[in-house]
């Protein structure tokens, strides 16, 4: 490695570094993603931490979400993540499993771009650059290293396609399904592994074994660390939440929109940020090969090219209404998400990025003194995304979780946490729960379909007076939350809010009869009384973005 490249791979991980101190200065005071990640997977791993159930049974439960949260709705325990929430405050872990997230991507891309795809001595700076870039892509905190591991694995299973034998490979194979996830990610990296080795041997390239048995060894990993997983798929009857799940809606119209939208602008929970700067680096090197001839020479792009517009179009089309038939005659069509298969997109666009800047590299001197230029311009880009720059208009994980609040509303009922359920309008019940609230309502994917219809009795109203909450409630149904017609699909009512609810309806019953006798609302109910309601107290603190009010079921 020349001094020069050994140089940029310093900076680069300083500017990781950088990337990721505000975590660790600002601690809670930082501002983080909310959606899928405050609202849900950090209270999750809170209440799994103090349940005392995180090696539990597989039959196991969490009473402190609804009246009994089955413990494999929470993942696994062979998951580091999980550990780092038990181990450390939530802002250190956090911290914590984006350091190892980012530094692991870094390592996994230069790896693999340096040894199978960028391999001359001269071109470093797409090495690194690429590699840093990808290492700073926004990616859905939980999900760890679900996507961002996927070079590190690719680096590998070519490896061993090739024929080395190095402990290292099954090194990486064994530890990355401890900090990543096999329906986050993997098992779509894996089936397509699958893929690849059998085009081999319609290729003519002989039955690899040593290369498929790596595969079947990656897979085995994950099925025992998810093992939860397995269990609730192959043994676990009792009908869930999932079973009601329905995703084809689409018309063929709107899903080739959502193609041509998807392959834009990429999707929220694998974000590539490749708009501005990558997408015209791979289109300009499409035209280049296209004008040069170099079909042969650049096959491997022009194949990662084609397969990168595929899977924008399947992500689309898996939402197509075309699926009915096979939906209805085959479950599990509609309670496994496919169209994850997209998740391979980050992977698959930044090998094509740092392809493409190798092509315009030999398109001549002026064209190379661009890369530098394009190099930098995508990496700071990406600096902009940095969580405390985009969601700074959003709460602090100190404003969202209200900690000071939230315990003078428990101090106020004064009876143990457990004797008594509650549930949350306007805001989520994740916050509720991070405080140690024993709450009826939740976000989780995978709950029981007879708890679904029980809470549904509460809402039933509401919902009756909107189509859209009822479709997003019935159809899908992972927030069972107390929806309102008025609200909406809105959970964030700061105290600067003027929000008023006029005409809630809610049937309190059934409320009572799961054990419910408090609503916390970030919004004042006009027609309490009319619903059996009464105001005890409105609870508000400097460090809270929440005015609470605290209503009483009587």
């Known amino acids: 490695m020349q001094d020069k490249e050994r140089r940029l791979i310093v900076l680069a991980l300083l500017g990781i570094a950088l990337f990721l101190s505000p975590y660790f200065i600002l601690g809670e005071k930082a501002h983080i993603r909310v959606h899928d990640n405050l609202d849900s997977n950090l209270a999750w791993y809170k209440v799994l931490a103090e349940s005392g159930q995180i090696t539990g049974s597989v039959t196991a439960e969490i009473p402190q979400v609804i009246n009994g949260l089955p413990r494999n709705a929470l993942g696994t325990e062979f998951s580091l993540i999980v550990w780092l929430y038990y181990w450390f405050p939530t802002m250190t872990a956090y911290g914590f499993s984006q350091a190892i997230t980012r530094f692991t991507a870094f390592l996994g891309m230069y790896l693999l771009l340096k040894k199978h795809f960028i391999k001359d001595e001269k071109w470093g700076i797409i090495r690194v650059g690429t590699s840093l870039a990808f290492a700073l892509t926004p990616f859905w905190p939980s999900g760890m290293l679900s996507t961002l591991g996927m070079p590190l694995a690719l680096w590998s299973f070519l490896n061993i396609r090739n024929g ?88 063929f119209g709107h899903s080739v929109r959502l193609t041509i939208k998807n392959f834009i602008y990429g999707h929220h929970h694998v974000h590539t940020i490749h708009t501005l700067i990558i997408l015209p680096v791979i289109v300009i090197a499409f035209i280049l090969i296209w004008k040069n001839r170099t ?41 496994f998400n496919f169209a994850r298969y997209h998740f391979l997109r980050p992977l698959i666009i930044y090998i094509l990025f740092a392809a493409g800047l190798r092509i315009v590299w030999n398109e001549g001197r002026l064209w190379r003194k661009t890369v530098p230029w ?36 428990k101090e106020y009922i004064g009876r143990s946490q457990d004797s008594y359920r509650v549930a949350s309008i306007g805001l989520h019940p994740a916050i509720a729960q991070y405080n140690g609230f024993f709450t009826l309502d939740s976000y989780n994917n995978f709950y029981p379909l007879s708890y679904k219809k029980q809470f549904r009795e509460i809402i039933a109203n509401e919902l009756q007076k909107n189509k859209r909450i009822r479709v997003y409630f019935d159809e899908w149904g992972g927030r069972c939350y107390l929806f309102t017609d008025e609200l909406g699909k809105h959970y964030l009512f700061k105290k600067t809010s003027k929000k008023r609810i006029i005409n809630l309806k809610l049937n309190l019953q059934p409320f009572k009869q799961m054990g419910g006798e408090y609503l916390f609302s970030s919004v004042p109910i006009e027609n309490a009384a009319a619903n059996g309601l009464h105001l005890d107290k409105v609870f508000s603190s400097k460090s809270s973005a929440w005015k609470i009010y605290l209503y009483e079921v009587l």
């Open 164 to 251: 080395e034998r190095n402990w290292t490979n099954y090194l990486v194979l064994t530890a990355l399904p401890f900090y990543s996830s096999i329906v986050l990610g993997f098992f779509f990296f894996l089936s397509a592994m699958g893929v690849f080795w059998f085009f081999d041997i319609l290729r003519g390239k002989g039955w690899n074994w040593r290369f498929f048995l790596a595969i079947a060894y990656m897979t085995f990993v994950y099925l025992v660390t998810d093992y939860r997983l397995v269990y609730s798929f192959l043994f676990d009857d009792e009908p869930n939440s999932r079973d009601e799940y329905f995703h084809a809606r689409l018309t």
């Open 374 to 409: 394009l190099v930098g311009a995508q990496i700071l880009l990406l600096c902009f995304t940095n969580e405390e720059i985009i969601y700074k208009k959003k709460p602090s994980v100190r404003e969202f979780y209200a900690e000071e609040q939230f315990q003078d509303i």
């Open 295 to 335: 079909w042969k020479i650049e096959r491997t792009y022009v194949i990662l090219f084609a397969l990168n517009f595929l899977l924008s179009a399947w992500y689309a089309f898996w939402f197509y209404k075309g699926w009915l038939p096979l939906t209805k005659r085959f479950h599990f069509l509609d309670t």
